[in-house]
């Protein structure tokens, strides 16, 4: 899908569901990481995340339109357009549109990697997700010399 064809659905979208022409422009933004489409406040553009056409069918497609032109609407209009604004819920109601988008990205798992350390004076022994400058800090237990166990 083009740019051109997603202007084209999002002013269709706009006109047969708010009843309301959309006026500005509508684009693609491959930058866009884990959120399926964003209403920008300052020029009103309304950007999808391309990989929704990639991942999900066209309804997904659709509710993500919805749910940015019940910002773009509601900014124009001065009502509450956030998330949290009763205007917002009451208008995502009316216009059956998702509250949130599938996922789009893996979660990302903590770290595996464990670092070992070892009190030099009781033998104590630290794991750590990250690095420790051994240098800078002691034991907590009798604050004896930290090393590095590898």
């Not at 202007?7 to 884990?34: C, G, M, W």
């Not at 509601?74 to 996922?103: A, I, M, V, W």
């Amino acid at each position: 899908m083009s740019d051109e064809q997603l202007q084209q659905l999002v002013e269709q979208i706009s006109l047969d569901v708010f009843y309301k022409p959309f006026i500005h422009q509508a684009i693609f933004n491959k930058r866009l990481r884990t959120t399926g489409g964003r209403y920008k406040l300052s020029n009103h553009y309304i950007e999808i995340n391309p990989l929704v056409v990639q991942l999900y069918d066209e309804d997904e497609l659709v509710g993500i339109i919805k749910h940015e032109l019940c910002h773009y609407h509601l900014h124009l209009e001065g009502k509450g357009y956030k998330h949290g604004d009763t205007d917002f819920k009451k208008l995502l109601r009316q216009t059956n549109s998702p509250r949130h988008c599938k996922p789009l990205a893996e979660r990302r798992t903590k770290s595996t990697v464990v670092h070992h350390y070892r009190c030099t004076a009781c033998g104590c022994n630290y794991q750590r997700r990250r690095r420790m400058d051994c240098r800078k800090y002691r034991c907590g237990k009798c604050a004896g010399k930290i090393v590095r166990v590898v």
